[in-house]
């Protein structure tokens, strides 16, 4: 089993989960390899043995690893966009997997993917809001350091104001907000 992140700049794969009992892989260029095919061809393939030697013979793929008797792989998808594979393999049993195990696959490939978009959309909307609130300090900061009065309003009335403001109007803070500028 592994799950493989495709780099589509490199063409190549890299994989920060990996169970396998022969070989220990971590990246591997895409170009001629069977978890490759399934990038080019956006669509989950189910190879036995005999399938994934005729693609080495035509020379459609490489073999990269140890042969395994059946390999099925599925691809992740994010807003319609490729970005991975996931794969299960057998290197004893040719019958191991079948259309059944492929559905199944596609349904959890389906909820990796969505669960995968779902965390980088909270740490996008974290750094988000870091920078939001990093822009309003800095706004706070200039705000607060002009010696002339700044009054922010919606409608007239006053949401915000600067030290200065107060002194010019010889109102406090609490006093101006909310107080109806226009009046002033």
């Known amino acids: 089993f592994f799950v493989a992140f495709y780099d589509k700049k490199t063409d190549s794969f890299h994989t920060?989960?990996?169970?396998?009992?022969?070989?220990?892989?971590?990246?591997?260029?895409?170009?001629?390899?069977?978890t490759g095919q399934v990038v080019r061809k956006k669509k989950s393939l189910l190879l036995k043995k005999q399938e994934i030697e005729e693609l080495i013979k035509k020379g459609e793929v490489k073999q990269i690893g140890t042969m395994s008797q059946v390999w099925?792989?599925?691809?992740?998808?994010?807003?319609?966009?490729?970005?991975g594979v996931i794969v299960v393999q057998d290197y004893n049993n040719p019958d191991a997997y079948n259309q059944e195990a492929r559905d199944i696959m596609e349904f959890v490939a389906n909820h990796i993917s969505l669960a995968i978009h779902r965390q980088q959309t909270i740490e996008q909307l974290i750094k988000a809001k870091g920078r939001t609130e990093e822009s309003e300090l800095r706004f706070k900061a200039l705000h607060n350091a002009s010696f002339g009065g700044i009054g922010i309003h919606d409608k007239g009335h006053i949401i915000d104001c600067n030290q200065g403001l107060c002194e010019i109007t010889g109102y406090t803070m609490e006093e101006l907000i909310s107080m109806n500028g226009l009046l002033l």
């Open 16 to 34: 920060p989960h990996a169970k396998d009992e022969k070989d220990n892989l971590n990246s591997w260029p895409a170009a001629h390899s069977v």
């Open 72 to 83: 099925l792989g599925v691809p992740l998808f994010m807003e319609e966009e490729l970005y």
